[in-house]
């Protein structure tokens, strides 16, 4: 049996089960984001690797069942992205130097709220199962993720999209290894292959990092001030910074802020709550100054958001 088979069968967000047959990455692509790849072309490899870059506009659509892997990079301006499996609700910022992950199989409801420039690579199932067979140590079943950082996740999948600039073979050798790579970093860091992978190199230890958060998501009043952030971790303010950058991707200040905002779409989604009385919960002093940091980080007001979601 594959390692990596298609064998979950996932809710969508009304509950129904998705469609059982399975679609090509391609096909299903071009349906959602209804618009044709800019680019495309093949891996000249035995699992039918293919590689597709995709510039589309807004969407809110359930992704059906597709019989390849996904994995992607952002390659335009930062946008968030909403994602609903069954239960589980993730949310991120597309942008340089982050990926996504989608799973073989699964289906899931996506919201983005503004244009993308995307590229995706399409990897089989019995690929990932041929990597995971040859490497050592007990597999999980793949994870999925959402606008996670992995820089180099993201350079490989972008110097797979450029041209080498060498002859034919040498460039299709070229982009078969870089695909390889691609293949065996994503069962290394979504399968739990190696357990030190999830471990940022160079970033906070996972309590730490853990204890941070938590203290900055805490509404007890307490001090939320870098250093005394630092002084917690035991790291001098310049430290706590690198490393906290490190292992999310994010500043503390921009952390802080994206769960702000994260909290503010989901106060958006109840229909009872009036604006004002959102941008007051979450510490605005005015409608205006939520207004302008919402739209700085959605691309649209927060009434205008609003009425894409309900």
Not at 237 to 251: D, I, P, W
Request: charged share 25%; glycine share 8%.
């Amino acid at each position: 049996m594959a390692l990596f088979s298609i064998n979950e069968q996932r809710l969508d967000e009304t509950g129904v089960k998705p469609l059982e047959t399975t679609v090509t990455p391609d096909r299903e692509m071009q349906r959602v984001l209804r618009t044709a790849p800019v680019e495309t072309f093949r891996i000249d490899d035995p699992f039918d690797t293919r590689l597709a870059r995709w510039k589309h506009n807004p969407f809110h659509e359930v992704v059906q069942p597709m019989t390849d892997n996904v994995i992607m990079t952002y390659l335009g301006a930062m946008q968030r992205l909403e994602r609903r499996s069954g239960g589980e609700y993730s949310t991120g910022m597309g942008r340089r130097g982050s990926i996504t992950f989608i799973p073989a199989g699964s289906s899931s409801r996506w919201d983005i709220h503004g244009p993308m420039d995307i590229v995706q690579l399409y990897l089989s199932p019995q690929l990932l199962d041929r990597v995971a067979r040859e490497s050592a140590g007990a597999v999980r079943p793949l994870n999925e993720s959402t606008a996670r950082p992995d820089n180099i996740m993201a350079t490989l999948l972008e110097l797979i999209l450029q041209s080498s600039g060498d002859p034919v073979h040498l460039e299709a050798l070229y982009r078969q290894q870089l695909a390889s790579l691609i293949a065996i970093h994503l069962v290394k860091t979504h399968s739990g292959l190696v357990e030190a992978a999830d471990k940022a190199l160079g970033g906070l230890a996972p309590r730490v990092l853990r204890m941070s958060q938590e203290r900055l998501s805490s509404e007890n009043g307490g001090d939320f001030s870098l250093g005394a952030l630092a002084e917690a971790a035991n790291l001098s303010r310049f430290h706590f910074c690198r490393a906290f950058k490190k292992s999310t991707g994010l500043t503390p200040h921009e952390w802080l802020r994206e769960r702000r905002m994260e909290q503010a779409m989901a106060m958006l989604r109840d229909p009872f709550l009036q604006i004002t009385e959102i941008a007051g919960t979450l510490g605005y002093a005015t409608l205006t100054a939520f207004g302008v940091a919402f739209k700085r980080y959605t691309g649209l007001t927060p009434g205008e958001w609003r009425r894409t979601v309900l």
